[in-house]
């Protein structure tokens, strides 16, 4: 019989954990200061000296990029405030209800909410089991990897810790495939234009994280042929989001936009199934100053297809991956 003094302990439940790579927490300068100093703070995001690289970052970066991005995420930015956050709780909200029996959560690797403080608030709930799903398809070191140190850092802090699952990456998963091929070919039927081309843009990563053994170019290519394959025509691939001097994933998206015109290309349509969501990188990056790269190349027609986001596809997909990795910890059906 438990004492009448004996601090109450919830337990029983099962919890999932969305997690996704972060947002600031304003359109604004300081708020975006804050957050590119926790992202380029990583060493799993930048993988330089920190001798060598805090100088760079404090002395050059944060004075100077901050302004800009804000810029950049002024013209994204919703009434229901950050894209990527907004979604990111559409998409849990949909999966909670989806499987009621499971309490289902989101946090951003950096800004808020914050991987620690959600789990915290799923312990306290009574989740004594958890599914950590980083919602990156393709594995990266850069995403994946440092999403997962976070998880384990608050855990090594925690007295009572849960017992801990990770999704795997699901880039070449069937379910993930036909979510992406249903997606794209209902977005590409309800275009005004036929395409010529339809280009796929996937973040990109220094090519030394290639030579260094990191599967994620791999794993790109790869969701590309499947995605080819199942919609039935050829697609091309690119990577963005360059940044610094070293060379990067090639060929490079902005590049390749402003090529197609001459080589008459002048209809495409750009998807980035990198993406679980959409956010900056594509709303701003692809949806404004891609479109303007290739329209003052001499390009026609461009559409961005929205990521799978909490679409019906996407939902769906995600509770066959997250009841897949919960066999067991939940009553058979």
């Known amino acids: 019989m438990k004492p009448a003094d004996h601090p109450e302990v919830r337990a ?23 957050y590119l100093a926790e992202f380029l703070s990583d060493r799993r995001v930048v993988e330089i000296n920190p001798i060598a ?4 970052l404090h002395g050059i970066i944060l004075r100077t990029r901050p302004k800009k991005s804000a810029e950049a995420y ?13 979604i ?4 849990s909200e949909a999966l909670r209800k989806r499987m009621p029996q499971v309490s289902v959560h989101y946090a951003m690797r950096y800004g808020h909410p914050g991987i620690a403080a959600a789990l915290e608030v799923m312990v306290r709930e009574g989740c004594d089991r958890i599914l950590v799903a980083p919602l990156y398809p393709q594995y990266c070191a850069a995403t994946t990897a440092t999403a997962i140190d976070a998880v384990f850092g608050a855990l090594a802090r925690m007295r009572r810790q849960p017992a801990l699952r990770t999704l795997p990456p699901y880039y070449d998963d069937p379910i993930h495939i036909e979510a992406l091929r249903s997606n794209v070919e209902r977005q590409l039927k309800s275009l005004r234009f036929k395409p010529d081309r339809l280009l796929l843009s996937f973040h990109g990563m220094p090519q030394r994280t290639l030579d260094l053994g990191d599967p994620y170019h791999c794993h790109c290519r790869k969701t590309a042929r499947l995605l080819g394959e199942a919609l039935g025509r050829e697609v091309d691939v690119a990577f963005q989001s360059r940044f610094g001097r070293a060379k990067w994933l090639e060929p490079a998206t902005d590049a390749t936009l402003a090529a197609y015109p001459q080589q008459g290309v002048k209809r495409i349509a750009i998807a980035a199934p990198g993406f679980s969501a959409d956010c900056i990188e594509t709303l701003e990056e692809l949806g404004i100053r891609g479109r303007k790269t290739f329209t003052e190349a001499g390009g026609d027609k461009f559409a961005l297809l929205d990521c799978l986001n909490d679409s019906r596809e996407s939902i769906a997909m995600l509770e066959g991956l997250v009841s897949r990795e919960l066999a067991g910890w939940l009553p058979q059906q």
């Open 12 to 34: 029983g439940r099962v919890g999932v954990l969305l997690i996704n790579l972060g947002t600031p927490d304003a359109p604004e300068e300081r708020a975006v200061r804050r």
């Open 53 to 56: 690289w805090k100088p760079i």
């Open 74 to 86: 002024n013209q994204v930015w919703t009434n229901e405030g950050s894209p990527l956050r907004a």
């Open 88 to 91: 990111a709780h559409r998409q």
